[in-house]
């Protein structure tokens, strides 16, 4: 942990003591087990937080529901204000945190910061938001009366994340909760849970500099159980959870159960069309970095290349050439293009999905395999592979966490290329390479693309904040970040004013006393 500035990195995150086994922060109760984090970059323990026991959860909940009943009568820009101080403090804090996300999760720094900068341009979108929580005015049916809506905070907000974004999904949550007036609680995946602390570590400075009551955000820590105790509780409006199908399902029924708002955003299965009209050049960065950016743990990552047979050949060389230069190593060494898994169950993933896709008739292109020796004592590094394979084959149906590209074939029309890339369960981001017009409005059309994210000669990976981001089927339907995703953060209110001394009905109804 010496090399790379890492210790530095900890103390200026407010993290030494959490070496000695116990996390910080006024505000946490953690008198459960601690998680060891140990990184996927050297194998190292980083340090041990202690886990939310339900009791611990309580005490969690009473400052919470307490804080919320101060922080939703603070005017909204007022809120905005104390977002924008957050993220002044994260660009302060940007190089410590991107390394400390580099070095827990295992993405390269430069991915990691890029993480950071996230949560810094969510911070100054929510800021702006702060003044526009806006509702509509309608024309009421009666004389003398006025019609209009508002958007009331929602309440606690529960935010369930993932190891691979360990600190900008719960930013795009939280800073826009924060300005709706919402206070929240999060999980952070146990597989990244300093990332967690350090966040609080910041955010609860600003609290206090600001004498709100740090309840405003509060952390809690475990496996799937902690979790349950946010699914099922009648006190937490909505629950926010990024990760895979499988969870969103169970969160899905347990807050349905209780009929709260879920907002989910699942596995995505992405693929880039690459056309006969495709810039070659431009479709094999953007596949690239698309399935091997952070070693192909993204929800957006790359995971299907559908290509017209007529330039199949070429595509094919191109980025296999491309593939032989990638530099897989230390994420915080930056020339390395690839770092590590995320721990050695996800290399056991990658490999099952190898494997698999051989038996099923796939042709390995480019050979996967774990690295051994030098450098790579972790057992998490593997190297990105590249397999010739069939839309229907199962292995190619299902998302896998790794950098695993599977090349695929169309022949004809766009169309047919359309239908492979919506003939899978996931639905969340998509793309086309093309300078045929025809073709990219075709691929943007109703009958088009089936996911929520659809780009014209840009990859699949790195969307941009100010967009609302989530997907369709059972990438759960959930948006988050930009444009008016706002809006389930907050309940709408229709108020209805009568100003006049009669009491007219609605619909024109008589009712004579
Ligand atoms: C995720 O993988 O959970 O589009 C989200 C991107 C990032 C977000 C990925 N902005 O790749």
Redesign the pocket.
Known sequence: AAAFGINEALGQLGLQEVNKGTSTGSNYFGSGEAISSFSPVDGALIGKVTTTTPEDYEKVMDKATTAFKEWRSVPAPQRGEIVRQFGEKLRELKEPLGKLVSYEMGKSYQEGLGEVQ?MIDICDFAVGLSRQLHGLTMHSERPGHRMYEQYHPLGVVGIIS?F??PV??WAWNTALAWVCGDVCVWKPSEKAPLCGVACQNIIAEVLKENNLPEGISCLINGDYKVGELMTNDKRIPLVSA?GSIRMGKIVAQAVAARLGKSLL?LGGNNAIIVTPDADIKMTVIGAVFGAVGTAGQ????TRRLIVHESVYGQVKEAITEAYKQLKIGNPLDEKNHVGPLIDTDAVKMYQNALEKAKEEGGNVLVDGGVLQGDGYESGCYVKPAIVEADNSFQIVQEETFAPILYLLKYSGDVENAIEQQNDVVQGL?SAIMTNNLREAERFLSSAGSDCGIANVNIGT?????GGA?GGEKETGGGRESGSDAWKIYMRRQTNTINYTTELPLAQGIKFDL
Do not use: L, P
């Not at 993204?298 to 990552?301: A, G, K, N």
């Open positions: 996230e993932a691979n974004f900008a999904v990024t955003e993204r929800c957006t990552s981001s990976s790195g969307a941009e904040i981001f």
